[in-house]
């Protein structure tokens, strides 16, 4: 190989890895996808309309042990810092009835929009995601800071949140 292959190689690697880790560094420097859903209420909700707030998008399922186990300390958590800037989305899972999810948002009453993701755009858009519960903090500019399968460290999250609002 000559010196100039070589070093276009370097170069290219060196972009390669750079983009990498800019992917997946939790400093938020990697955009959030744009998460447009319908509203069990009917109403169209994007994160566009959302920014210069932080927003916790949280995919979720009435069948999931943990998701409902999480449930409460993010009623608590929205009805606490909703006020203050912060907004909270749950997202069903495409496999969950629309009945169902109705009903265990009304039974549990979540005060926050929860979105059918009937066409599991937005489980594909963020990863696609399998896992739940599955949790994304996005800042106000629209950046990913935290992304987090299974459950939530409430302490950290909390922390986190407050330093944004």
């Known amino acids: ?3 100039k292959e070589i070093l276009t190689a370097g170069i290219a690697l060196i972009v390669i890895l750079a983009f990498v880790a800019i992917w997946f560094m939790p400093a938020g420097l990697r955009e959030a996808p744009p998460l447009v859903g319908k509203t ?4 169209t909700l994007t994160l ?3 920014r210069g707030r932080p927003v916790l998008v949280t995919f979720w399922a009435t069948t999931c042990p943990s998701c409902i186990e999480e449930m409460p ?3 608590e958590l929205y009805q606490e810092y909703n006020s203050k800037g912060l907004e909270i989305i749950g997202v069903a899972m495409v496999y969950d009835p629309p009945a169902q999810v109705r009903a265990m948002a009304e039974q549990r009453q979540i005060p926050y929009p929860i979105v059918l993701d009937s ?6 858009e963020f990863d696609n995601v399998q ?3 599955t949790t994304v903090l996005i800042s106000p500019e629209g950046r990913i800071v935290h992304y987090r399968l299974g ?5 950290k999250l909390r922390d986190t949140i407050e330093a944004m609002l």
Do not use: N, S, Y
């Open 1 to 3: 190989m000559k010196l």
């Open 40 to 43: 069990l209420d009917g109403r």
């Open 48 to 50: 566009e309309q959302l």
């Open 73 to 75: 300390h993010l009623i």
């Open 119 to 124: 066409e599991e755009r937005i489980a594909r």
């Open 131 to 133: 896992v739940t519960p």
């Open 151 to 155: 459950l939530l460290d409430m302490p």
